[in-house]
Nanobody
Framework: QVQLVESGGGLVQPGGSLRLSCTAS????????INWFRQAPGKERQGISC??????GTYDADDVKGRFTVSRDKDTVYLQMNSLKPEDPATYYC????????????????WGQGTQVTVSS
């Protein structure tokens, strides 16, 4: 059974950092492009950081560029989030497919259950 599991969410103060992890079971992570999405209540789902399966290239949305870094290490994809802002709280999801990085969530075949990130002082 194919499954993605996110972890690492939590409560952090503004300016703080968190590292999210996305692990897979049922398939080989290296064969898949992984994109991190987030969705806050009342807002549309947003693709924020993607790492390509083909060349390891990474792509970040403008509002996280320079603060968030996506990386992979064999069976895990990470999202390092630094300088967290009050507008960053959301449920963060990882999603997988075997094509290139795209922002449209409907293009992805597999999704995790999400991990909650809260930024508050």
């Amino acid at each position: 059974q194919v499954q993605l599991v996110e972890s690492g969410g939590g409560l952090v103060q503004p300016g703080g950092s968190l590292r999210l992890s996305c692990t897979a079971s049922g398939f080989t992570m290296d064969w898949y492009t992984i994109n991190w999405f987030r969705q806050a209540p009342g807002k549309e789902r947003q693709g924020i950081s993607c790492i390509s399966r083909s060349d390891g290239g990474t792509y970040d949305a403008d509002d996280v560029k320079g603060r968030f870094t996506v990386s992979r290490d064999k069976d895990t994809v990470y999202l390092q989030m630094n300088s967290l802002k009050p507008e960053d709280p959301a449920t963060y999801y990882c999603a997988a497919h075997q094509d290139m990085c795209v922002r449209r969530g409907r293009e992805y075949d597999y999704w995790g259950q999400g991990t909650q990130v809260t930024v508050s002082s």
